[in-house]
Nanobody
């Protein structure tokens, strides 16, 4: 099973930027990849997703225009560039992979249950 490793989290002031990375060491993943986040006391929520083949991207309304998801298949890495960060972006951020053979829709891409492989999460804290 592919394991995912996130990095790049940290503490930043409101208005600042961070770039998260998600790697699959030693493995190749070609399926849809997504980023989710979970704040204390809240459910895990969809942030962004990217297709494997043509790099179509999908975003939650709350991050559209501020966050950018991208991937480098040669490096088996997915990125989440986060700009204009707000205190409400504070959460643990997780990357996840969709099973290669699973057909998805724009609706199911936003559901955690669609993804079968998850990273351990990286903390992002935005101070006001």
């Amino acid at each position: 099973q592919v394991h995912l490793v996130e990095s790049g989290g940290g503490l930043v002031q409101a208005g600042g930027s961070l770039r998260l990375s998600c790697a699959a060491p030693g493995r190749t993943f070609s399926s849809y990849m997504g980023w989710f986040r979970q704040a204390p006391g809240k459910e895990r929520e969809f942030v962004a997703a990217i297709s494997g083949s043509d790099s179509n991207t999908y975003y939650a309304d709350s991050v559209k225009g501020r966050f950018t998801i991208s991937r480098d298949n040669a490096k088996n890495t997915v990125y989440l560039q986060m700009n204009s960060l707000k205190p409400e972006d504070t959460a643990v951020y997780y990357c996840a992979a969709v099973p290669t053979t699973l057909l998805v829709t724009t609706t199911t891409l936003r559901q955690p249950k669609t993804y079968d492989t998850w990273g351990q999460g990286t903390q992002v804290t935005v101070s006001s």
